[in-house]
């Protein structure tokens, strides 16, 4: 077994969670898309990490971890408040900056 | 260091199996959870697809990370997305109705397209390319490794990823507070009937003023009380009503 199939199963898990972001109205689904992205893109730089024999790529995978955490902090608060004030979690809904 | 790699192109036929096992759970939880109707079910293939990815994790020489991404993604992130749709309210499910004509068939094409461009990408990239494996990197252990690459070594520091963990702190910080900051609410305390008595008595009229339209022509709320010399009272009438949002 080759790794690169790590690789095609990363890209596959990007383009779901891609097609979740672009389909799904309610916020919170979108967002675990994008986390469902952000995996897909981790588990690839571990698979770069064990190609190329350096631990780079897993110490870059623990940093968009704890990024993500933090995303996922702040996002959810804009969702709750958002949803606090509208009442309603679909993206649809928050049209506010569109011109 | 030719026949280290040479040794570690292969994988094991136990990692075969894995993958062959896990990879189509990892992509049938993941599409499932675009198409899953209620959104608690989509967070809980998410947890699934996560748990696929840390085995992932775990047969590709990174126990940290698998052990970061089950305590970190399924067991922080992931409670606390199915804690905020139990707060913003499970049952609100979203509208089918199309806002866009075309949305969804433009969406799968554009996600066909990237796999394409992926895929293919990928595929003329590194099909042939072998993998050095990560026994030497991980001799020490694979924490110690990742510390060493973090922290830097005794002497030699200047090519570690110090810096940006340092960053990554002040990053967590900024956003515990701004999520506190966002989520904040003014807590309006409910003055009890004593200090609305006070108040009231402080004020200019210790009695309730007359209601609206008394000895007016009208009863309407907007038409002030008239006095018995035939001015309005002042305050007596509803101030205008807008039409608000809520």
Same mark, same amino acid.
């Given at each position: 077994m080759n790794p690169a199939y790590y690789l095609f199963l990363a890209a596959m898990l990007f383009t779901v969670g891609t097609v979740g972001v672009l389909v799904r109205r309610n916020a919170i689904v979108v967002f675990m898309c994008v986390e469902l992205m952000l995996n897909a893109v981790n588990l690839t730089l571990v698979t770069f990490s064990r190609i190329n024999g350096r631990l780079d790529g897993q110490v870059l995978a623990f940093f968009v971890m704890v990024v993500a955490a933090a995303e996922v902090v702040v996002g959810l608060a804009i969702i709750v408040s958002i949803f606090r004030t509208r009442r309603s979690a679909s993206v649809d809904d928050a049209s506010l900056l569109k011109w | 260091m030719d026949v280290l790699a040479q040794a570690s192109t292969q994988t094991t036929t136990v990692e075969a199996v894995i993958f062959w096992v896990l990879a189509p759970v990892a992509l049938g939880s993941a599409i499932a959870m675009v198409f899953a109707r209620s959104a608690v079910h989509a967070a809980l293939l998410l947890v699934l697809d996560f748990f696929c990815l840390a085995v992932f994790y775990a047969v590709q020489d990174a126990p940290f990370l698998a052990a970061v991404q089950v305590i970190v #993604?399924?067991?922080?992130i992931m409670i606390l997305f199915l804690f905020v749709l139990m707060l913003i309210g499970v049952d609100a499910h979203e509208s089918l109705?199309?806002?866009?004509?075309?949305h969804r068939i433009a969406s799968l094409v554009v996600g066909l397209g990237l796999a394409g461009v992926l895929i293919g990408a990928i595929g003329r990239a590194t099909l042939d390319a072998g993998a050095l494996g990560l026994e030497e990197a991980n001799s020490g252990g694979n924490v110690l490794g990742i510390a060493k690459h973090l922290f830097g070594e005794a002497g030699r520091?200047?090519?570690?990823y110090f810096l940006a963990f340092e960053l990554t702190s002040a990053l967590l910080i900024t956003a515990a507070i701004g999520a506190m900051v966002l989520t904040h609410v003014e807590n309006k305390k409910v003055p009890s009937q004593r200090e609305q008595v006070i108040a009231r008595f402080k004020g200019t009229h210790p009695t309730p003023l007359s209601?609206?339209?008394? #000895?007016?022509?009208t009863h309407a709320e907007q038409e002030p009380a008239l006095l018995p010399g035939g001015e309005p009272l002042p305050g007596s009438a509803q101030p205008r009503v807008t039409g608000g949002d809520e």
């Open positions: - | #993604y399924t067991g922080a109705r199309e806002t866009l004509r075309g520091n200047q090519d570690s209601g609206p339209g008394v #000895y007016a022509e």
